[in-house]
């Protein structure tokens, strides 16, 4: 079976709506798992991501079979998610730490969608209709839940979901049908904040301590095809996230970006390397305002990087 693509939602404010239900929005790699022959678990990049969640597996096994579903994989830290940790699981590769940290940082799988369902799509019923599916065909455990959905008052909601840590709700029409790929209107994220996925396309060297990696970190959006400068960050980085990064870089000797910030010693980098911050707000002339690193998303796409996205 071909992997599928996961359906995108677009970004939205707080509401409330007949016909809508809400579910919270969980910091954590989007994974659609396939039960059908086998078992894959890939992430939004269609990466095959299974054997970096053991646990997940053990618990997916011989549940819901000829199935596919869709959710998020989050690691939670006192009851909240927490992507500090979700990250120490998304960078192994070697098997004797995966196992490791699948005890000593167990992940959970939260599943909000099916697509298959005993070997057939299910994807262009109803929303309302595959989540009873979803709730007759799969059998919850630790590791592996049901996310939670709320009809109607998203305002509610969404502030109740702040309050327990979670980064906000999403949105989803009840009538909506799954659209593989697709960046739909019936699905709405909203978010706490402004917390943007953003590509690297250059660096300032570092001084003092921070030379053996960078000063900061050269960032865009794509528009129109084109990679646009909008801004720098320089910190909440800890002294592994930089190591990891300086490994990633790839130095080119031209700038990525259209419109390339006039910065004195800046260094080009291939634009391969999506980092995710958080910051106050982007000002009228497309900056950002105190951006602040937050973490390396390994699995998005610099193209899907726009500031919808």
């Given at each position: 079976?071909?992997p599928i693509?996961?359906m995108?939602?677009?970004?939205?404010?707080?509401?409330?709506?007949?016909?809508?239900?809400?579910?919270?929005?969980i910091?954590?790699?989007?994974c659609?798992?396939?039960?059908?022959?086998?078992?894959?678990?890939?992430?939004r990049?269609?990466?095959?991501?299974?054997?970096?969640?053991p646990?997940?597996?053990?618990?997916?096994?011989?549940?819901?079979?000829?199935?596919?579903?869709?959710?998020?994989?989050?690691?939670?830290?006192?009851?909240r998610?927490?992507?500090?940790?979700?990250?120490?699981?998304?960078?192994?590769?070697?098997?004797?730490?995966?196992?490791?940290?699948?005890?000593?940082?167990p992940?959970?799988?939260?599943?909000?969608d099916?697509?298959y369902?005993e070997?057939?799509?299910?994807?262009?019923?109803?929303?309302?209709?595959?989540?009873?599916?979803?709730?007759?065909?799969l059998q919850?455990?630790?590791?592996?839940t049901i996310a939670?959905?709320f009809?109607?008052?998203?305002?509610?909601?969404?502030?109740a979901?702040?309050?327990?840590?979670?980064?906000?709700v999403?949105?989803?029409?009840?009538?909506s049908i799954?659209q593989?790929?697709?960046?739909?209107?019936?699905?709405?994220?909203?978010?706490?904040?402004?917390?943007?996925d953003?590509?690297?396309?250059?660096?300032?060297?570092?001084?003092?301590?921070?030379?053996?990696?960078?000063?900061?970190?050269?960032?865009?959006a794509?528009?129109?095809?084109q990679?646009?400068?909008?801004?720098r960050?320089?910190?909440?980085f800890s002294?592994?996230?930089?190591?990891q990064?300086?490994?990633?870089?790839?130095?080119i000797s031209?700038s990525?970006?259209?419109?390339?910030?006039?910065?004195?010693?800046?260094?080009?980098?291939?634009?391969n390397?999506?980092?995710?911050?958080?910051?106050?707000?982007v000002?009228?002339?497309?900056?950002?305002r105190?951006?602040?690193?937050?973490?390396?998303?390994?699995?998005?796409d610099?193209?899907?990087?726009?500031?919808?996205?």
């Open positions: 079976m071909n693509k996961p995108l939602a677009v970004s939205g404010q707080p509401f409330n709506s007949e016909g809508w239900i809400f579910e919270p929005k910091d954590g790699t989007r659609i798992a396939s039960l059908m022959s086998g078992m894959v678990l890939q992430n990049r269609l990466a095959n991501i299974t054997y970096r969640y646990e997940v597996v053990k618990a997916l096994a011989g549940n819901a079979p000829l199935c596919v579903l869709d959710g998020e994989i989050a690691v939670f830290l006192n009851d998610p927490d992507f500090a940790a979700l990250a120490e699981r998304d960078h192994q590769s070697e098997r004797m730490r995966i196992e490791y940290l699948s005890q000593a940082l992940a959970s799988y939260m599943v909000f099916i697509l369902a070997g057939e799509s299910v994807m262009d019923r109803p929303l309302g209709e595959r989540k009873m599916i979803l709730q007759e065909v919850e455990s630790e590791a592996v939670d959905s009809p109607e008052k998203g305002e509610d909601y969404f502030q979901a702040l309050k327990m840590g979670i980064e906000g999403v949105a989803k029409r009840l009538e799954y593989p790929g697709v960046r739909s209107q019936d699905w709405i994220k909203i978010k706490k904040g402004l917390k943007l953003l590509v690297v396309g250059g660096y300032i060297p570092g001084k003092g301590n921070r030379e053996p990696y960078f000063g900061g970190l050269l960032m865009g794509y528009s129109s095809g990679l646009v400068y909008v801004g960050v320089g910190s909440g002294e592994k996230e930089m190591q990064i300086v490994r990633d870089l790839q130095p031209e990525p970006f259209s419109n390339p910030p006039p910065t004195a010693g800046a260094k080009w980098l291939k634009p390397l999506v980092v995710q911050v958080a910051a106050m707000e000002t009228e002339d497309g900056r950002l105190a951006p602040v690193f937050l973490r390396m998303r390994n699995d998005k610099p193209l899907e990087c726009t500031f919808d996205a």
